[in-house]
Nanobody
Framework: QVQLVDSGGGLVQPGGSLRLSCAIS????????IGWYRQAPGKEREGVAC????????DYADPVKGRFTISRDKTKKTAYLQMNSLNPGDTAVYYC????????????????????WGQGTQVTVSS
């Protein structure tokens, strides 16, 4: 059983930045790809950014490319999502996710490929 605790959300003005963190624990957690999904009110949960367990490959959703960066520090058992140039369209609950799927792009596009979810952290972009 892998546990994910995500944090770092909050209220930020358009153009601002936030960094989300995901604390990862549990047996063999290093073998899991880690990612971030988000869900806005009335919308489906969508993949935002994912990073593989082994070679550091990443995948990003088109709306966030060039603005968001995902990383993980296995020594600290923590993953991060650095979000820059935020806009109101980024407002959502953000969920950390862990998956054993080998293809990081699949993890980021198929919610059913996720094995574990964090509890979510609210990000609100508003002036």
């Amino acid at each position: 059983q892998v546990q994910l605790v995500d944090s770092g959300g909050g209220l930020v003005q358009p153009g601002g930045s936030l960094r989300l963190s995901c604390a990862i624990s549990g047996p063999r957690s290093d073998y899991y790809a880690i990612g971030w999904y988000r869900q806005a009110p009335g919308k489906e949960r969508e993949g935002v950014a994912c990073i593989s367990a082994t070679d550091g490959k990443t995948d990003y959703a088109d709306p966030v490319k060039g603005r968001f960066t995902i990383s993980r520090d296995k020594t600290k058992k923590t993953a991060y999502l650095q979000m820059n140039s935020l806009n109101p369209g980024d407002t959502a609950v953000y969920y950390c996710a862990a998956s054993l799927v080998g293809n990081v792009q699949q993890m980021c596009t198929v919610p059913g490929a996720v094995n574990y979810w964090g509890q979510g952290t609210q990000v609100t972009v508003s002036s």
